[in-house]
């Protein structure tokens, strides 16, 4: 599903990866760790196509993963998502139907099991930084890609929210969807994460194929727990 060959992606004189190699198989779980600033959020855009490396190759299901055909098999719900602000949510899911060719009443029934499920004609500039990371993972989502990469999903969800968002993880796990998760709540990828990439400096310090190892258990007995820092502190309004 993914394969990454020889990536470096300088910024300036600024290193952010270097020459990063790996595979994904389809239907494996990945769980992606690293300090902030490792190049975890940088490898994610990568792999969603949103931006190219400096030197190598990025392919998504055998294509460039800035293709079209890429796009058309991956979803790719972002720390913050890009939402246009003076939409309102049933606008905006619209909006991205018609690109994906998904009725709206698909994206508005998963839309009904979130907190907006009658929050149909707010603003999105209205909405709390939880409602919109709800909004921006149905979007993401709702042409069923095989390949999902999720940077920090829970951050901001409430409780019920969150439990929501599991079952629809161990669901796509199910079916064999392969799944990049970049998280600090390794709860998540203890459950079912069957792969560990640990990036240091922009490097990829370490590949582990778990085996029934959990990640915890895996990051310890590589000595890198030191890998795992909260996601950075936003000024967004907590989610409702």
Request: hydrophobic residues 45%.
């Amino acid at each position: 599903m993914i394969d990454v060959e020889s990536v470096t992606v300088r910024f300036g004189d600024h290193l952010a990866l270097r020459e990063v190699q790996c595979t994904v198989a389809d239907g494996e779980f990945v769980c992606l760790v690293g300090r902030n600033g490792s190049g975890k959020t940088t490898l994610l855009r990568l792999l969603a196509g949103l931006s190219e490396p400096t030197t190598g190759r990025v392919r998504v299901a055998g294509q460039a993963a800035t293709s079209l055909a890429a796009r058309a098999v991956r979803g790719f719900a972002q720390a913050e998502p890009p939402l246009y602000d003076y939409l309102t949510v049933r606008e905006q899911l619209s909006f991205v139907c018609r690109l994906y060719g998904v009725p709206l009443a698909s994206a508005l029934e998963r839309l009904a099991r979130t907190v907006l499920a009658d929050r149909h004609d707010a603003l999105v500039r209205e909405l709390s930084l939880g409602m919109r990371k709800q909004l921006g993972l149905v979007a993401a989502t709702l042409h069923d890609p095989a390949l999902v990469l999720m940077d920090e999903p829970a951050n901001a969800l409430d409780a019920t929210a969150v439990t929501t968002l599991r079952e629809s993880v161990r669901h796509w796990h199910a079916q064999q969807r392969t799944v990049v998760l970049c998280t600090h709540d390794l709860s998540w990828a203890d459950d079912l994460a069957d792969r560990l990439l640990v990036l240091q400096h922009g490097r990829l310090a370490h590949d582990v194929r778990l085996a029934g190892e959990t990640v915890t258990a895996a990051l310890r007995r590589l000595g890198a727990t030191d890998a795992l820092t909260r996601p950075e502190p936003t000024t967004a309004e907590p989610a409702s």
